[in-house]
């Protein structure tokens, strides 16, 4: 039932006349990796700050970089809000210590949206998308005052983007907001409950009752209005709050659904990352995570930049298992992999982890819409000198002719052919591809020519069932992670 046919072509005649035939007949997908004619390979500079936040340079200074480097675009994501308090019960906003480090609320949504856009004004030929990092939730396991305590989960990141309303990064549910607008407070009249008992001591008050001792209680009733007033928190955007036990996904799934309902996407920020630092002398602690890739839903893809971040995207692991879960109609969305450069300063080169998209268009629309569709792969670079180079990939019906690219679905398939094409530098180690279906590496193969072209074909049996397709490609500290493609077989019909 299943004739698996692996090769590789080198650069004799053969391969030749193969390459010849996919460039003269099959333009749909040769120089793009996406399988459509329309689109174009546009490399993204994912997840960089700047010195609106934690980062050395200017957005300025990224984007002469961005040029410089051959860039298409840049995806800005300066940190939301960097702020930490302990405050101490029961009036923990009266007596609390504060941390803060500068951030694009501190500095002003609307004003870091208008400054992104004064500054790719003057830049015209790269595409801008205006992004942040959002830290949803934090907690303390220990007392911070003095020298003691220990705050955890702060690294535990979603990358937003899509969203060009300052009002809906200002209101972010995320337990660290402190410059959320009133509208919150509207939202949430009964916060101010505290109002009822400065009222009634004011009345109390100006009623003048005879007995002195009724005066003082209407006093203390409205000094004790006043403090629980101080104390409270009617600008708060989330029910979460950093003194209680881990709430698991949840307060990242809500940030999610926030950012879905205003029309952008979130992206979830190495998974497997452990961290370890210290604010303002408090230890920050993260422990690796990917289980949450699993626990949540409806965010756009997982980001990796480091490589022993990229372990949740290892054959089987959590990735697979969610792509697994849209197969069989558990999940309504697949996720899909970015590459993101983490950008903080020049002690990586802009270009060392690229996220490249091919959209429709040179404009931030078409690339939000490629992304979206899954039209893109993750490169991982040498510092910024590419080790391994995809340049084209479609997945084919041999029967048919069709074709789908990464993040298309292949209706009605029944002999399976894939092929992809790259290049690498001259060297004496060579590229290892490893094929990935249903999450099980069913093939590894090594590719040595300076240009090569790499198939695998196979018949797949006639089941209802929803298989996918995608490609690591590693040579030394260079790899690709393509994104799926999906391939439904055809199903006979059955007989009566």
Known sequence: MRDARPGTTGQGVIPFVILCLVIL???SWT?????????????????????VSDGAWTARQVLQEAQRLGLDGVVFADSLIERWEFGLPPLRRLARRVIEHPSVLRWGAASYLQHLDDVAAKFPQLIVLPGVTVSPFYRWTDVPLFRG???????RQLLIFGVDDPRVLSDLPVVSNAYASWRVAL??????????????????????PRGARTRWGSLLVLLVGLLLLGNAEPRRTTEF????????????????????????????????????????????????????????????????????????????REWDQVLLAYCQGKRPQPVWVLGEIGFHDPSRPLNMVQTIVYAGARTPAAILDAMRRGRMYAQFNAGDTPVVSLTAYAVVDETTQQRAGMGETLQNAGQIHL???????????????????????????????????WEWREALPPAPQVWYYRVMLQRGTGLILTNPTFVRPRVPPSSS
């Open 25 to 27: 007949g099959a333009g």
């Open 31 to 51: 120089g793009d990796a996406a399988a459509a004619e329309d689109a174009q390979p546009l490399r993204l500079a994912f997840h960089v700050h700047t010195g």
């Open 149 to 155: 305590g220990r705050l955890e989960s702060w690294h």
């Open 187 to 208: 939202r949430h009249p009964w916060r101010l409950w505290p109002l009822l008992l400065v009222l009634a001591g004011v009345v109390g008050w100006r009623r003048r």
């Open 241 to 316: 709050h950093p003194y209680q036990p881990d709430p698991g996904p949840r307060p990242y799934q809500e940030v999610i659904d926030y950012i879905i309902h205003h029309g952008g996407v979130a992206v979830w920020l190495h998974p497997a990352l452990t961290s370890e630092g210290a604010f303002g002398g408090v230890p920050v602690v993260t422990s690796p995570s990917p289980e949450l890739l699993l626990q949540t839903h409806g965010y756009l893809g997982v980001g990796v930049n480091y490589w022993s971040e990229i372990k949740p995207l290892a054959p089987g």
């Open 419 to 453: 092929v992809l094409s790259g290049t690498q530098p001259p060297g004496e180690s060579a590229t290892t591809i490893t094929l990935i279906r249903n999450g099980v590496a069913v093939h590894q193969e090594q590719v040595a020519d300076t240009s090569f072209t």
